[in-house]
């Protein structure tokens, strides 16, 4: 444990693009230690939600869609550790590793960002169509620059990548939550817990594969899913 913990700390400490580990050893401790980290901080952070919220410091939120009551429980289940899993790793995570993907990803994320805030629906394609030439500009010139200045420029840049991708998979997930909004602090509580998250599996993706981070997304929300439908469950029948 202590060691899968150091080892993803000193990665955490400056990300950097890794080649794939083929130690089944070492993918199993940091799959089932960092599945474990990311199941303690939820727990932990959703702790102090409720706690909080007890005492009238935050507004109690709910969200938007209860999957129990909309797909039943075995659609719920599908939607949530399976569906979600592989949509949201092959969104955030598998550009990881691809260094020209990770110029449109971060573009075309910059664009829905300022869609976002500028709340402007009349220029939402020119903002999309924007982006997309810049990123296209941006590909073409780095693609004619040394191979060696190139590698700098990615190793120099990748923490950054890394961890915006972390802090969007948090951010975005704010918006499952009905009437939550960004100037809400309570926002931090909802979001803390995915961008965490995503810490850990963009670390297996990168280490061990795209595979094992929607294996460990899956896992992850697999547990949360059975452990909310038991708490509803206790919440109808014995209280």
Same mark, same amino acid.
């Given at each position: 444990?202590?060691?899968?913990l150091t080892t993803y700390w000193q990665f955490l400490k400056k990300p950097?693009?890794? %080649?794939?580990?083929?130690?089944?050893?070492?993918?199993? @401790?940091?799959f089932v230690w960092l599945l474990l980290l990311d199941l303690i901080f939820t727990c932990f952070i959703i702790g102090i939600y409720y706690s909080l919220s007890s005492i009238k410091l935050i507004e109690t939120y709910e969200e938007k869609v209860d999957l129990f009551e909309t797909y039943g429980f075995f659609g719920a289940l599908f939607m949530a550790s399976i569906l979600a899993p592989l949509a949201e790793e092959s969104i955030f995570r598998w550009q990881l590793t691809k260094r020209y993907a990770s110029i449109y990803f971060v573009c075309l994320t910059l664009a829905l960002i300022v869609i976002y805030l500028s709340k402007r629906e009349d220029l939402q394609w020119s903002i999309v169509v924007f982006f997309l030439i810049l $990123?296209?500009? &941006?590909?073409? /010139?780095?693609?004619?620059? %040394?191979? $060696?200045?190139?590698?700098?420029?990615?190793? %120099?840049? /990748?923490?950054?990548?890394?961890? /915006?991708? $972390?802090?969007?998979?948090?951010? &975005?997930?704010? $918006? @499952?939550?009905? *009437?939550l909004t960004l100037s809400d602090p309570t926002f931090l509580i909802f979001t803390s817990t995915?961008?965490?998250? *995503?810490?850990?599996?963009?670390?297996? %993706?990168?280490?061990? *594969?795209?595979?094992y981070s929607i294996l460990l997304h899956s896992t992850f929300n697999l547990i949360v899913f059975l452990m909310e439908f038991l708490f509803s469950y206790l919440k109808v029948y014995l209280f």
């Open positions: 444990m202590i060691q899968t950097k693009y890794l %080649r794939f580990s083929k130690d089944k050893k070492m993918l199993a @401790n940091d $990123s296209f500009i &941006i590909h073409r /010139y780095i693609k004619r620059i %040394r191979i $060696s200045k190139r590698h700098q420029l990615y190793h %120099r840049l /990748y923490p950054y990548l890394f961890y /915006y991708t $972390s802090l969007l998979f948090g951010l &975005i997930h704010f $918006s @499952n939550i009905k *009437g995915q961008a965490f998250g *995503g810490l850990s599996m963009g670390y297996i %993706r990168v280490k061990h *594969g795209l595979f």
